[in-house]
């Protein structure tokens, strides 16, 4: 069975995104959220073309802080007859105030 097609769940980092904390959620007292994003990844692992799936809580800068982070991310591509591919990605990054 081809992996081709099927988006990583589970990327291995070459660069995690690393967000801030919005200031729309300090503002609003919120200390945790989590934004779950599907983007497409290129051979050379740069991210790009996200779209939120979840985010909670909504309207508190958690989605639009976490597609920004991922534009600046990079992961490992993923290899398809032993060279790198361009794939789609999905991962979750959960916030919280500390």
Do not use: H
Not at 11 to 16: D, I, N, R, V
Not at 77 to 85: H, K, S
């Amino acid at each position: 069975m081809s992996d081709e097609g099927r988006a990583i769940t589970n990327p291995s980092w070459l660069q995690a995104p690393e967000p801030a904390f919005p200031r729309a959620a300090l503002r609003k007292g919120v200390e945790t959220g989590a934004v779950s994003l599907e983007c497409q990844a290129d051979a050379q692992g740069r991210i790009s073309a996200c779209e939120i799936v979840d985010e909670t809580p909504p309207g508190a800068g958690f989605g639009a802080e976490t597609v920004r982070a991922a534009m600046k991310a990079r992961i490992r591509p993923r290899l398809i007859d032993g060279e790198p591919a361009a794939s789609q990605v999905a991962f979750t990054v959960r916030y919280r105030l500390e």
